[in-house]
Nanobody
Framework: QVQLVESGGGLVQAGGSLRLSCAAS????????SGWFRQAPEKEREFVAA????????NYADSVKGRFTIFRDSAWNTVYLQMNSLKPEDTAVYYC???????????????WGRGTQVTVHS
């Protein structure tokens, strides 16, 4: 089992930045691909970004390309989502997820955190 705990959410003005963290514990997290997803009120959960287990490949949703960056720390225990140029439409609960499958396939993520709220006001 892998346990995931997100942090770093909060309230920010449009154009501002936040960095979300996802701390992992349990099994060897270094072999897991990781992703960030988000869910806005009354909307479906959507894919945001993903990183392969070795950190060499990254994928982003079109809506966040050029603004968000996913990366892992050198100890491979924490995954981050750096969010810049935030917009009100980025407001959502952000979830960290992990999988031993292919990082670019949103359907294979089977370990989830409880989420952290990000609110962007104009």
């Amino acid at each position: 089992q892998v346990q995931l705990v997100e942090s770093g959410g909060g309230l920010v003005q449009a154009g501002g930045s936040l960095r979300l963290s996802c701390a992992a514990s349990g099994r060897t997290f270094s072999r897991y691909a990781s992703g960030w997803f988000r869910q806005a009120p009354e909307k479906e959960r959507e894919f945001v970004a993903a990183i392969s287990w070795n950190g060499l490949d990254r994928n982003y949703a079109d809506s966040v390309k050029g603004r968000f960056t996913i990366f892992r720390d050198s100890a491979w225990n924490t995954v981050y989502l750096q969010m810049n140029s935030l917009k009100p439409e980025d407001t959502a609960v952000y979830y960290c997820a992990a999988t031993t499958g292919r990082h670019s396939d949103p359907s294979v993520y089977n370990y989830w955190g409880r989420g952290t709220q990000v609110t962007v006001h104009s």
